[in-house]
């Protein structure tokens, strides 16, 4: 099993920044990689970003350039650095981890937290 804790949203207005932390416990060792997914009212969750152990990352299109993805290992921790945010960035976001046990692939998910820009 594998926990999350996020922290770090809050209320910003358009342009500003936060950073989401996410750290990890339990068994960090079977986690091959971390992101961050949001989910605004009424809609799916979406993808955002994401980091492998080896330091490899993605991005959602509508975040590349804005958003900032990291991660310290020895602290099982992932970022997202958030610059440059707009109104639509406005959502709950969900840490995610994905493990590999006993070769069965498995999702693990944070609390959420809440990240709101105001115009």
């Known amino acids: 099993q594998v926990q999350l804790v996020e922290s770090g949203g809050g209320l910003v207005q358009a342009g500003g920044s936060l950073r989401l932390s996410c750290a990890a416990s339990?068994?960090?060792?079977?986690?091959?990689?971390m992101g961050w997914y949001c989910q605004a009212p009424g809609k799916q969750r979406e993808y955002v970003a994401s980091?492998?152990?080896?330091?490899?990352?993605n991005y959602a299109d509508s975040v590349k350039g804005r958003f900032t993805i990291s991660r310290d290992n020895a602290k099982n921790t992932v970022y997202l650095q958030m610059n440059s945010l707009k109104p639509e960035d406005t959502a709950v976001y969900y840490c995610n981890a994905k493990s590999r046990r006993f070769g069965l692939n498995y999702d693990y998910w944070g609390q959420g937290t809440q990240v709101t820009v105001s115009s």
């Open positions: 339990g068994s960090t060792f079977s986690i091959n990689a």
């Open positions: 980091i492998t152990n080896g330091g490899t990352t």
